[in-house]
């Protein structure tokens, strides 16, 4: 008469080596299924009608429908009060990294440049670089972040935005939904929304390092707005204008989101 204990480890062992091949199966089964499925949803966006030219072009029309609906999820969340981290000036970069040259590569007239605010009204401001000096300067070092991938601290001064419509009077133009900006030689635009422009944060700047920004960088003066990433702030600006309708915008133009914001 055998003895049941000599019996009872194979039977183990058989039982252990049936669930793991169970459990590979289901494994290899539900990663083929996700690895299908996953490709199948590549497939039918690759394959998905471009959208129509426009204020934005260049993105199938699924992920321009996906982007829309992240904007407005975020825009319903944004607030002046979330301020971005800043940091000591000991911490920002001495050799500063440039995302694009578009738009600041042509030559400048730096004597007769003037900044050109379009107001509502039809009136058009013309404003030299000294009268947005004497405003107060507020100085700011944060994180500067491309869509690139690449993140930087960066010190810049300027006038606050919120500040330079305060000083010029442009109340009326708050009330319009965006804000356009554009380069003198109108190689290189972007569109912001009223609530981003309006950021505590967001400077119209003329200084990097505490030293007049040079012509690379945006020279005499461009956008900082810390709460988008770097395809929003624009070098040598030129002209700044408002609507109630998007403003059309460089990078949008390309398929990247419009909102572009962090």
Known sequence: MSDPKENKKPETEASVQKQINRRNFISFTTYTVLGVAAYGGWRKLYTSPIETLGITSGA???LRR????????????????????????????KVVRKNTSIGADSRLDAANW???????????LSITIDEIKALPKTDLVFDFKCVEGWDQIQHWGGVRFADFIEHFGLHPETKLDYVG????DKGYYVGLDMASAMHPQTLLAYEMNDQPIPVPHG??????????????????????????????DYWAEQGYDYYSGL
Not at 114 to 124: C, M, N, S
């Open 219 to 248: 020279a005499p003066l461009r956008l900082i707005i810390p709460v988008k990433y770097g395809i929003k702030n624009l070098k040598r600006i030129g002209t700044i204008s408002f609507s109630n309708r998007r403003p059309h």
């Open 66 to 93: 996906a982007l829309n609906k992240s904007e407005l999820f975020f825009r319903n969340f944004f607030s002046n009060n979330h301020l971005v981290k800043t940091y000591p000036k000991s911490m920002a970069a």
């Open 181 to 184: 900006m554009e380069t003198p």
């Open 60 to 62: 199938h029309k699924p």
């Open 114 to 124: 003037r900044l050109q605010v379009k107001k509502i009204t039809g009136e058009v």
